[in-house]
Structure formats: structure tokens, C-alpha cells
């Protein structure tokens, strides 16, 4: 019997994350619900890449490998395709997923390669001192938009909703529960599963954009947001400017790419 | 029973001296003029059980390859030109987290585009400093299909001995040249080292900073847990980054190739015994040398040939002991003089050195050497 202290390697702690980082938030979540699965230590493998979340290495009791900033899912790619009897967790805050490695966040999703992808979504790069990134809201101000930034961030459940993952939801920090509850099903899931989670950074995004304390800025990001469900009923005025939240995606109609090269290669052997 | 032999391209000769070396997992993107060992890898790795991975670019596929090795595989890639250049970020990953894994690099004309189709022997250096900070690696150039074959087979085997990312420097005329190959079975002390580290799980720790004895990769899912963290990192694979650390984890990169230098320096010599003139090459242009070394024998010049089968790191002992008996060494190769600066970086007793170069896209010709031996004659 594991206990979530096993999966996130307790002794190791205390982490680095400022106070009232959503990092943390994800990083317990991710051991609550592995303590839930009970998943054999040495058959968990967490990918990370560079920045803020990416330092979630150094601590957890499974598998880790940080990777460069971007490779996370290539990286994830290749240990999930050398040994499916892995599971898989690809930890990436915004600029990993979707910015520096957003064609492999297309191509994992595309290729529905059994991965479960965590995007730690605070819209700016914390760890180089808070410069925007591919999420990044248009007007926001960040290290290197003073004035107010002049591009739009984009939907990233949208992305890999469109290039073809299996599984895609969104909540954000605040929502711990519903996020324990995701993560469990997107590592049940076979093939592409992604969530996207809405965080915090206080130390830059936070203050830079007059966000108030940690726990006002974790209410700030709920009150963006809307439960699909509540969603169906509003107009798209009501809508407007407003990232939808719950599970998005559900898909049975593929099946993950390994077990499709599996039997292509068993043809292919004449098997 | 006997060895097949094939009459094939040097660029499937890699990819089948790779899986005789026990290679099950490829990660790639095609280029010009590499592209047939993803073609070759995409048909054969199927059939034996392994994985061809097509992936959406060069930084891509050096970091799948990666992962593979780290879940278990044995792994390759190829690429060639500008692929190499994106290849470089994750190469330095590899050397840093000490993944074993085997890079072709099938060298065309340069730099950007240049020329896609067209030979070149450019990338020496880049092999050796392309990627990031102080490093050490190890670069393997074939000169024939046979050696395609050969070359391979060794780069898995000194990528498990040193953990390293091992580089195979290839070039468009050796790739697309046909010729026989014996396609042996590799004796089992030539194939890669065991991923088993046999001590207790928790004792085990996925580097160990001693140059003669790297630690032994385990694989993602068995009984060894472990971090590999690209951050400057101890032995438990850990980020830590004091300066002590820092200083031994780069003297230990950078030693355990370099000390063992002499191990890994594979050479061959042609009419070495009584040469005056000494040819030192690689790759193609080891190919022109030893056409040119023929006409001068016909002439009654004493010449002879040493091809650098080990490229990095250098072969400093064959190259002196071949520096010391020439009245006159020649470097010919298609690139600017990469290998001739090396050549004179050794060349202690000051012995006289001519640089051959050509970037043409042409391969060199035996009398294009013989004429620049005349000329300082
Ligand atoms: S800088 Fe921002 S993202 Fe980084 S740990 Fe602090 S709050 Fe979290």
C-alpha cells in the first residue's frame, strides 16, 4: 500500500514553489490521486522540461527525467513507446506545452501516444522573471510587455482537442478535487490525455497585473472560467473572454498509438 | 555457417550493422541525403520487434531517442545538415544525463541549405563542439559500406561502455555508394553492456563519477528507480549545483572519454611501413587519398595512407607515430581544413603539413592530391 507521501517523495520536501504557486497545488493533487491508483512506484515515469513547474524532478518517489525546455512530450513519446507498461506523466507549466513545445504538444496529441499531459497554466515563464508566453492573455503585463501585451494567448484544450487527443479537461488550482478526479481519469484513459490546470504565480503574472493576494488571484482565474455543463445555457456574449472548464473531450473512437504499431508490426511479421 | 553478404548502400549498412548490435528503437525526420535510414529502419525495425518513431522534427527525435533509452531501448537516429545543427540541443542532454545512444550524421554540403545532394565533410568540428559548454564525445567516420556496417556496431558498444552519445560521421558519397557487405553477427563482447546494475535498488544510483567506470544504465520499470535531471546533478541523478559539484561532474564528462582516448582510437593504415608521404583522412576523402597513394606507388613514391576511423576523440598517438616518419604529410578533405588544424595541433616536432580541401560538392580526386604534393615539392 502507497501513500501519496511515497508518489511525491515526501522526505524530499520542502519544495521551492513560492507561497501560493499553483505548482504545489498540482504536485500534491498528482500524489493524492496516484495514492487513489496505486500504481507500482518503478512503473510511474514523470517528464518534465524547464522553468518553475519543470523543478518538480527533484522530489518524487517514481521515475523522473527532466528533459530541455520543450522536449517534454518527445521525451514522454519515446519512454512511452520503448515500454507501454509505463505510465506516463508529462508535468509542463506554459511555455513547455505550448510555447517552445507546442508542435510536439500537436504531434503527442495527433499521434495519440498514451501520455498524461499536465499543463501547470499560469500564462507567463516564472522561472526567467515572469516575460509572457504562448497563453498569455492579449493586454497582460509581464516582464517584457510593460505597455500591455499586444498578442492573445490561445486555448490550448481547443489544440489538442483539434489535432486529436483522447481525453481533454480543464479546472484550474482552485479546484483541487475535480483536479485529483481528472488526473485519474486521464491516466485510465489509452492514449492522448490532457489537462489543462489554471495556476498562479503570485511572485510575477499575480503582481504585475494588480491580482491582489495568492488567494484572491486563485478566485480571479475561477471567476474567468465556466463549468461546460453551465456554459450549454449561456449566450456567447456571456461567454465572452471565458475558458471553459470540465471535461471537454471523451473519445473511445481510437486507440492509443502503441497498441496500433503493435499490430501493425504483428502484420507486418506475418503473425 | 558463413556470413551473408549483401551488395547494398552505406546508409542501410548502418541501419543493419545497428540492429545486429541489438538497436530496437528509432527516432527521426528525414534529410536529404540520410533519408534511407529512416527508410530502411521504418521497414526492418517492425519486423524484429523494435519501434520506428517518425517525429515532427530534429529536437524532437534526439529527445525520443533519449526517452527510449531511458524506458530500455537501444536506439538510433540519423540526420544530416541543418538536422544535425537542431539535433546539437538534445545531444548535449544525452552527453549531460549520460544516455547511451548512436547519432548518424551523413554530411552534406553547407552551411543553411547548401548543398542537399552534394558530399561535404563539414561538420568535424560541429560533431565535436556542437553542442553547449565543455564536453567530451566520441565520432566515428566511415569510409566504406563494410565500415558502415562495422561502425555501427561499435558506436553501441562504446555508447554502453562510456554512456555517451556516440556520433557516426557519414558523408553523401558513403552513403549512396554500393559495395558488398558481410553482414556478421557480432560476438557477444562487441555487442552493448548490460542494463542490469545488479546491486540492491536501493543502493543504486544512475551516475557514478569514476572515469574508468561509468555507472550502469538501468531501464525505466524495473526494480531501479531513479532521476535524470539535465540540471547539474550528483550521482543520485539529483539537480545539485554547488561548485563542487559542477567541477567533478565536468572533469568526470569530460574524462571518461578523454583518458581512454587510446581505446577508442581506431585507425587503419595502407603501406604505412616505408611511407614518406603520409595521407591522413577519413571519411570519402580516406577514399581519394588511397587512390592517389596507388598512382604514387606506381611511381615509385613512397606513400601511405592513414584513415581516422575515430575522429573524436582524436587519434593524437597514430597521428604522431604517422607525423613522425613523414617527410611530408598531406590532409585531404572536403571542407576548409577541419582536420588539418587538428593534424597541426599535434604536429609537436613541426613536421611540414599540407591542407587539401575542396567544397565543391565534388569528392577529391587522387590527382588533385598528387598535384598539391607536387607543387610544394
Ligand atoms: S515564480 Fe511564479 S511560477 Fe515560479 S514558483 Fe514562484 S509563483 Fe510559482
Same mark, same amino acid.
Given at each position: ?208 497585473? %494588480? ?8 478566485? %480571479? ?25 470540465? %471535461? ?24 | ?377
Amino acid at each position: 500500500m502507497y501513500t501519496w507521501k511515497d508518489y511525491v517523495g515526501y522526505d524530499r520536501l520542502p519544495h521551492i514553489w513560492c507561497s501560493g504557486c499553483g505548482n504545489g497545488i498540482i504536485f500534491n493533487a498528482l500524489g493524492q490521486a496516484l495514492e487513489k491508483m496505486q500504481l507500482p512506484l518503478e512503473k510511474v515515469v514523470i517528464v518534465s522540461g524547464s522553468g518553475c513547474f519543470a523543478k518538480i524532478v527533484n522530489y518524487p518517489g517514481v521515475n523522473t527525467v527532466k528533459m530541455l525546455h520543450g522536449r517534454v512530450l518527445s521525451g514522454a513519446t519515446g519512454i512511452a513507446m520503448a515500454n507501454p507498461e509505463l505510465t506516463v506523466f508529462a508535468l509542463m507549466g506554459d511555455g513547455d506545452g505550448t510555447t517552445i513545445g507546442g508542435n510536439h504538444l500537436i504531434h503527442a496529441a495527433r499521434r495519440n501516444i498514451n501520455v498524461t499531459a499536465i499543463l501547470g497554466n499560469n500564462y507567463n515563464y516564472g522561472m526567467t522573471g515572469g516575460q509572457y508566453s504562448g497563453t498569455t492573455p492579449e493586454g497582460s503585463i509581464t516582464a517584457t510587455s510593460r505597455y500591455g501585451l499586444v498578442e492573445d494567448g490561445f486555448d490550448a484544450c481547443k489544440l489538442v482537442e483539434a489535432a486529436g487527443a483522447s481525453y481533454v479537461a480543464r479546472t484550474t488550482a482552485y479546484d483541487v478535487l475535480e483536479l485529483q478526479k481528472m488526473i485519474i481519469e486521464a491516466t485510465e484513459k489509452p492514449g492522448f490525455a490532457f489537462i489543462d490546470v489554471l495556476a498562479a504565480c503570485p511572485t510575477h503574472y499575480g503582481r504585475l497585473n %494588480k491580482m491582489g493576494t495568492p488567494a484572491e488571484q486563485m478566485l %480571479k482565474i475561477k471567476e474567468g472560467t465556466v463549468p461546460v455543463a453551465k456554459a450549454a445555457k449561456m449566450s456567447p456574449e456571456e461567454l465572452k473572454g471565458k475558458l471553459l472548464t470540465g %471535461k471537454l473531450v471523451d473519445r473511445n473512437d481510437r486507440e492509443d498509438y502503441a497498441v496500433l504499431y503493435a499490430k501493425m508490426a504483428k502484420e507486418a511479421r506475418g503473425e | 555457417m558463413s556470413d551473408k553478404v549483401m551488395f547494398m548502400q552505406g546508409n542501410e549498412a548502418i541501419v543493419r550493422g545497428a540492429i545486429a548490435a541489438g538497436a530496437n528503437f528509432y527516432a527521426g525526420y528525414p534529410i536529404t541525403p540520410s533519408s534511407e535510414i529512416a527508410e530502411k529502419a521504418s521497414e526492418l525495425l517492425p519486423l524484429c520487434g523494435g519501434v520506428y518513431m517518425q517525429m515532427e522534427d530534429e529536437l524532437s527525435s534526439m529527445t525520443a531517442v533519449e526517452g527510449s533509452t531511458l524506458a530500455g531501448a537501444r536506439s538510433f537516429t540519423a540526420t544530416s545538415g541543418l538536422g544535425f545543427s537542431m539535433m546539437q540541443e538534445h545531444i548535449g542532454h544525452a552527453v549531460m544525463c549520460e544516455v547511451p545512444c548512436v547519432i548518424v550524421d551523413v554530411q552534406r554540403g553547407g552551411p543553411a541549405t547548401g548543398l542537399a545532394t552534394k558530399p561535404a565533410q563539414g561538420d568535424v568540428m560541429q560533431a565535436r563542439w556542437g553542442t553547449n559548454s565543455d564536453h567530451s564525445i566520441i565520432t566515428l567516420a566511415p569510409a566504406s559500406v563494410e565500415e558502415c556496417y562495422e561502425l555501427a556496431i561499435k558506436a553501441f558498444h562504446l555508447a554502453y561502455r562510456f554512456r555517451t552519445p556516440v556520433i557516426i560521421l557519414s558523408d553523401a558519397s558513403v552513403a549512396h555508394m554500393v559495395e558488398n557487405v558481410r553482414l556478421r553477427t557480432p560476438k557477444p563482447e562487441e555487442l552493448p553492456a548490460s542494463r542490469d546494475p545488479q546491486c540492491d535498488p536501493s543502493e543504486y544510483l544512475p551516475h557514478r563519477f569514476d572515469p574508468d567506470h561509468p555507472a550502469t544504465l538501468a531501464a525505466f520499470g524495473s526494480k531501479y528507480i531513479y532521476h535524470m535531471v539535465s540540471s547539474t546533478h550528483d550521482e543520485t541523478g539529483l539537480a545539485k549545483t554547488t561548485p563542487d559539484v559542477s567541477d567533478r561532474l565536468v572533469h568526470y564528462l569530460w574524462d571518461k572519454i578523454e583518458n581512454h582516448a587510446e581505446e577508442i582510437a581506431y585507425t587503419k593504415e595502407y603501406e604505412m611501413e616505408d611511407a614518406e608521404i603520409v595521407l591522413i583522412s577519413f571519411g570519402c576523402s580516406a577514399r581519394s587519398a588511397r587512390g592517389a597513394m596507388e598512382k604514387l606507388r606506381a611511381q615509385g613514391v613512397k606513400a601511405g595512407v592513414l584513415q581516422l576511423q575515430t575522429i573524436w576523440p582524436f587519434p593524437v598517438k597514430a597521428v604522431q607515430k604517422a607525423l613522425a616518419q613523414a617527410k611530408l604529410a598531406v590532409v585531404p578533405e572536403l571542407n576548409l581544413g577541419q582536420l588539418y588544424s587538428e593534424v597541426q595541433r599535434y604536429n609537436v616536432e613541426g613536421r611540414k603539413v599540407i591542407s587539401v580541401t575542396k567544397v565543391r560538392g565534388e569528392l577529391i580526386t587522387p590527382d588533385e592530391i598528387i598535384k598539391a604534393i607536387e607543387e610544394v615539392k
